[in-house]
T-cell receptor, first 113, second 118 residues
């Protein structure tokens, strides 16, 4: 089955700097890659996703890049703000339904004011 | 009303107790899920329901029993749990399951039930 590895497990950046979280996946058939943000006491919330037919997607300060050849994808957050502090999860799925969605172990991002 | 509501938020139960977790979605979605979240581990899918029919079990112990009476409600019945079952239990919904001929539709999670088994 699919295996998703996520790095780093913790990340601290100065407010205003950029943060990058990286994930690798094992199944070359995977075609859907969402990123979720989980704030303290809340459930994960989808912040951006990318499908295998594009290499990059951007939404304001958040961007995701996908390298299908190397089987890795990354989340980029620019101009970080205190409210970006949270745990971020990547995930990957082969095209057989959400039950095939495999999550990474999460990255705890701390923005230092 | 928030999209996906879970009750209770916190639950402490003994190993011989029977309790139930409740999930309700107000998004008009057709698929609902139970996930287990433990520290430093990936989210673990427990059960999937699509149009009120169970799709996947993922070899979950029988001490966890799901129920989906309609497309808006999902329950997880708990009995004779073990201390290692202590975790955050998350409910999620999506427009549909997705599949070979369609894209995955995003998951919408509730805020979870923090379960402690003593």
């Amino acid at each position: 089955g699919e295996n998703v590895e996520q790095h780093p497990s913790t990340l601290s950046v100065q407010e205003g700097d950029s943060a990058v979280i990286k994930c690798t996946y094992s199944d070359s058939a995977s075609n859907y890659f969402p990123w979720y943000k989980q704030e303290l006491g809340k459930g994960p919330q989808l912040i951006i996703d990318i499908r295998s037919n594009v290499g990059e997607k951007k939404d304001q300060r958040i961007a995701v890049t996908l390298n299908k050849t190397a089987k890795h994808f990354s989340l980029h957050i620019t101009e970080t703000q205190p409210e970006d502090s949270a745990v971020y999860f990547c995930a990957a799925s082969i095209p057989f339904g959400n039950e095939k969605l495999t999550f990474g172990t999460g990255t705890r991002l701390t923005i230092i004011p | 009303e928030t999209g996906v509501t879970q009750t209770p938020r916190h639950l402490v139960m003994g190993m011989t107790n029977k309790k139930s977790l409740k999930c309700e979605q107000h998004l008009g979605h057709n698929a609902m899920y139970w996930y287990k979240q433990s520290a430093k581990k990936p989210l673990e899918l427990m059960f999937v329901y699509s149009l009120e029919e169970r799709v996947e079990n993922n070899s979950v112990p029988s001490r966890f029993s799901p129920e989906c009476p309609n497309s808006s409600h999902l329950f997880l019945h708990l009995h004779t749990l073990q201390p290692e079952d202590s975790a955050l239990y998350l409910c999620a919904s999506s427009q549909d399951r997705g599949g070979p001929s369609s894209y995955n539709s995003p998951l919408h999670f509730g805020n979870g039930t923090r379960l402690t088994v003593t």
